[in-house]
Every structure is written in C-alpha cells, then in structure tokens.
C-alpha cells in the first residue's frame, strides 16, 4: 500500500476554482493509477476520474465533466485535480485513492485498497 495526502480543498464561492494535490512520501507516485473521488453527506462515494502513469486518464462523473481535469506531474510526485466552475453541489470530501492492481483505473471504489485522509470542498456564497 501507499500513503497518499491530499490537499487544496477549502471554500470557494459558485463559479469558483480549486486544484486539488494528492501526494505521497516515500513511494514513488508515477507507478501508480491514482483515482480522485468524492463522497457527500448521507450519499454514497463516487468516482471523478482516474489517470494511470503514463497520463492517459479516464472520467466517470457526468455532472463534472467539462469542469474536473485529473493531471499528473511525475517529477513532483503529485496528482492534481482542477475544479473550475464550481457548484453547490460539488460540496464534498474529496479523495485521492490507488487501485490494486496499481496500475489499473476503475470507477468502483472497491477497487481502491490506499486512500488518502481527505479534503474538505465547500461551495458557497
């Protein structure tokens, strides 16, 4: 497994952007497939997106496609999310996961064996 932090997250106002980091230390980021989700209150967690090593990524979200970019950066170790256009809606903790096999995307969170601690999103005027 891999321990995986995530940050960025915070509130912003309707029409707003965030990017979001997943990191680690002491593993090396670009072997893995790193997935980004998010769960709401009382709602069950969903995927965003997932992005293997090579950078070809996968988007499972319909309402945030077109707004959500997965992007990785190699040489900083670091999977990001950028979120523009921000809705109510999109208020959540949000995930950064590894899959196992490690290098292989899915939507299902079942997939995902290493999770980050979270980052709270909120949308608000």
């Known amino acids: 497994q891999v321990q995986l932090v995530e940050s960025g997250g915070g509130l912003v106002q309707p029409g707003g952007s965030l990017r979001l980091s997943c990191t680690t230390s002491?593993?090396?980021?670009?072997?893995?497939?790193i997935g980004w989700f998010r769960q709401a209150p009382g709602k069950e967690r969903e995927g965003i997106a997932c992005?293997?090593?090579?950078?070809?990524?996968?988007n499972y979200l319909e309402p945030v496609k077109g707004r959500f970019t997965i992007s990785r950066d190699n040489a900083k170790n670091t999977v990001y999310l950028q979120m523009d256009s921000l809705k109510p809606e999109d208020t959540a903790v949000y995930y950064c996961?590894?899959?196992?096999?490690?290098?292989?995307?899915?939507?299902?969170?079942?997939?995902?064996?290493?999770w980050g601690q979270g980052t709270q999103v909120t949308v608000s005027s």
């Open positions: 992005i293997i090593n090579s950078g070809d990524s996968s």
């Open positions: 996961a590894a899959p196992d096999p490690y290098y292989y995307c899915s939507q299902s969170p079942s997939q995902y064996t290493s």
């Open positions: 002491g593993s090396n980021l670009y072997v893995y497939a």
